[in-house]
């Protein structure tokens, strides 16, 4: 995350970035970022989109389709003596409490390696602490968006929350 956050202040030095109007959006890997950045951007980012991302590293262990990569990625259950350090360095429900900033959050019902629960305990975090947020959700879709009519609508609900937020 420091990698991002580095980035994204290195080219906020460049005249042609307008500060005022950054988003951070992810898929996957890339959308577990988002809910990790949401926690610790100090400002940066005006608005959030995450796509089938991670949110809790423990219930997403109990309900993924194919632990090797949770035990693989992140060292094992959450049970296990000693905890490994993913779970209380890493997890993005960790940092929830900062959260404060607008997010979309996408994620279709046959995503099996990323649970749309996942999805749905993000949504509901943001919606408790009064942020603005919107689910969005395929129930014939997994972990990709791919049926045409589909990608239509997750095109356009992604460019209205764009506009909304990053005016």
């Known amino acids: 995350m420091r990698d991002y956050i580095s980035a994204v202040d290195d080219i906020s030095k460049e005249p042609f970035v307008d500060k005022s109007r950054i988003g951070a959006i992810g898929a996957s890997f890339g959308g577990y970022s988002v809910f990790y950045l949401a926690g610790m951007h100090e400002n940066r980012f ?88 919107r689910f969005l959700s395929f129930s014939d879709e997994n972990h990709w968006v791919t049926k045409p009519q589909n990608g239509i609508m997750w095109q356009r609900a992604f460019f209205d929350w764009m506009g909304a937020y990053l005016k």
């Open 46 to 133: 005006k608005t959030f989109i995450s796509h089938c991302g991670v949110f809790n590293l423990e219930s997403m262990y109990g309900t993924t389709e194919e632990l090797f990569f949770a035990d693989f990625d992140m060292g094992g259950s959450y049970f296990k003596v000693p905890k490994p350090k993913t779970y209380t360095e890493f997890n993005p429900i960790n940092f929830v409490n900062n959260w404060d900033t607008p997010i979309m959050v996408i994620h279709n019902d046959k995503d099996y390696r990323v649970p749309i629960s996942q999805g749905m305990e993000a949504f509901t975090a943001a919606k408790l602490k009064g942020i603005p947020a």
